[in-house]
């Protein structure tokens, strides 16, 4: 059943729609990530998506050392972007669990607060589901920033859904991340945000390609709470 998802994952490009309507992923971002310039990282690029109109999130993971985050919205203009903001470090706050020297990258999420509204349509926001059901071999969605072809702009890409190795793990068969699609988001096919994307592994010693995310579900109590405590005040 393992290989026959492989295969699947494989031809996944050739299945693949041949446009996307991008207006409907509005809420996905571009994270410029700026570090000390003696920082071994450097500077780095990572993508991320709107959970409220001053609140994005992205992996925990792509703030590590991070002094700064330039957010870009009208990521389509690509350099000549105008709609971005700067966000710094006492903006961001990181799951308490995270431990990035631990497998699977569990709990690799964090928040990044804006001052101010982000110039997009609040109707763009989605919110996370309690719960939602999947199959062994469901396609999902997911938008990176990753480069392809020389640029970072949204792109899409349809992962297999494999399981839910542990609490607010969210495991997939998938061929198509590249440097630069960390912090992006996941969602079902009927549209619902299940997930942010943390990384690839070869989990099984068999050099199978696993993706691994952030199943958002089993963390909307920690999202909920830090919204609340920035906004509701």
């Not at 000390?36 to 500077?43: R, T, V």
């Not at 700064?68 to 919205?73: D, E, K, R, Y």
């Not at 799951?95 to 990035?100: A, K, L, R, V």
């Not at 109707?123 to 719960?131: E, G, K, L, T």
Request: hydrophobic fraction near 40%.
């Amino acid at each position: 059943m393992m290989q026959l998802l492989l295969n699947q994952a494989m031809n996944a490009e050739a299945a693949l729609p041949k446009t996307v309507n991008w207006s409907h992923y509005q809420d996905t971002v571009l994270i410029q990530v700026e570090r000390l310039p003696e920082n071994k990282l450097g500077n780095t690029l990572c993508s991320g998506v709107l959970i409220h109109p001053q609140a994005i999130l992205t992996a925990a993971h792509c703030a590590d050392e991070a002094v700064a985050m330039t957010v870009v919205f009208d990521v389509e203009k690509v350099a000549h972007a105008v709609k971005k903001t700067r966000v710094k470090r006492s903006q961001l706050v990181v799951h308490p669990d995270y431990h990035p020297e631990k497998s699977l990258y569990q709990n690799d999420v964090a928040i990044l607060f804006l001052d101010q509204p982000a110039p997009i349509q609040a109707s763009a926001i989605r919110r996370i589901p309690s719960r939602l059901q999947f199959g062994f071999g469901d396609r999902l969605a997911r938008i990176g920033m990753g480069m392809r072809n020389g640029l970072n702009l949204r792109n899409f890409t349809d992962p297999l859904f494999v399981s839910i190795p542990k609490q607010g793990v969210l495991e997939t068969a998938d061929f198509h991340s590249v440097s630069g699609d960390s912090g992006g988001p996941l969602y079902s096919t009927s549209g619902h945000l299940i997930g942010i994307h943390s990384t690839m592994d070869d989990f099984d010693g068999r050099k199978t390609p696993h993706s691994y995310a952030v199943y958002l579900p089993d963390h909307i109590e920690w999202i909920d709470r830090n919204l609340k405590s920035r906004f509701d005040q």
